[in-house]
């Protein structure tokens, strides 16, 4: 019998399997460089993306193409781009996760690095995979796409430039959430439909990148009224930092109508994809009704 | 006639139509992260390593394989670790080529993302050729390699450690120069071998290491007695900060006999090369003998 729980484990435990192999595999001189990059990792939280590639893999019949390193790759840059998101000069945050932030336990210049490693290892794995044919090249350029410079970084870039300037703008706040949060969560589920040879990859596409949106609405709601105990970071950072969010450009009340908005339009989405979506309707659950 | 300035400046040409289509193509937003990216590219310098890849293209006839990509890939590698490194929290550096380094124009926060966006900038490049066939993923993968954690990340963390600790030890100096300046000049040389099929793959990744010392040696030599006008850099600093370098462990003299040791073990490695070898020869000269 279906259960999403069993089933989330069941993901997380073999993305978990190919996490332990990395482990051992990787061993970097000097320590604090192996210790920096591994303790960020280590930090855990709910590998949301691997989880979700794993899931979309099943979904269009991806399974057996190596899929596990798409998806461990995904993780590597998402926690490059934590570590690079927490430095002074980005957001300053001193916690992560419940724990030190990487460069409160391993120093600013060696968290810079720590970040540099896990970016450029993530995609050293990527190559290993391009070898074996074109399918695989065109994952890891959709990967790298969402990632780079007309994806997540666009959006951290805006993200900190709206900071700066105290500018409230909505077409931005959409920009910094479609780039900053969307596009690793869209790459997460449309990698598996290019490596099926493209089956569902439009759809799988803008179903990650509105429960992106859905996943920061949420987000924003929670460090509004959120506790660090459920969140594992300080809370309420965003209003008093004056950024550029959700919450503080619409208020809390106009964000919970647009998460249930997002809801709809993401299980709208799956109605169009054929196939076992129980899931991935159960993950757009998750997310709205998460409470940390 | 052959002429060694004539033939670099071929080869800087060649590298240079490809730059300003990269210049052309390549469109950021928000505006802060296209000017912050290309501003350090522009600063030029003297693309020692683009121009490497193009003449070892040319000496083992890996010249129509679109070179001028993984050339301009490595040059976007070398940019990112250059704004990197001169992060207040890493080498502290407010110059670099004359002008103002990345972060006292932009900021640190958006130097970060400036080499977070070149790196991956690069390895999108990268990812566009993987389609072609293996020797194509083949290739990236080397040059990611000599990039990452087994590479220039080591090399830099290694150096950012010793100068943390005071440590002066000849097996780390070593590791420093072998992995932070030997392997983007080996990955110069040796990436249009693998693109060739393997063609003097080894004697060319040998010779880019070797290279990579000599270029160490008499940049810290130069970083001793030099002056700020024809480096670009502020120049004394490494003794100052007590820094490991060939120059803090082994003192200038003998940095010079080791230097000439590296010139003669370069020469001799072109001797076992087939083709003709006069440019890397020059080479040779022009890094043991160049003033700034």
Redesign the interface.
Known sequence: MYSFKEKYGEYLSAFEVRLKRFYEE?T???Q??DDS?KYSLKSGGKRVRPVLMLAAADLVGAQNCGVEDYALALELIHTYSLI?DD?P??DNDDFRRGRPSNHKMF???????A???L???A??I???R??DG?LF??A??FM??C????GM??G???D??CA?KGIKDGDMLD?IVANKTGKLISAAVAVPAILAGGKNFLELRQFGEDLGRLFQLVDDILDEEGNFEHLGKTSGKDKEENKLTYVTFYGAEQCRVYADIMFDRCLKMLEGIDGDTRFFKDVVSFVRYREG
Do not use: W
């Open positions: 990787l970097c001189r000097p604090i460089l990059l690079h430095l000069e980005m120093g600013a210049g060696n968290a810079v690095l970040g540099d490693g970016l450029n290892t995609y050293y990527l190559f290993e391009c070898a074109k090249a065109d890891a350029k790298c796409g990632a780079g410079v007309t970084i666009a951290q870039s805006a900190l430039y700066e920009f």
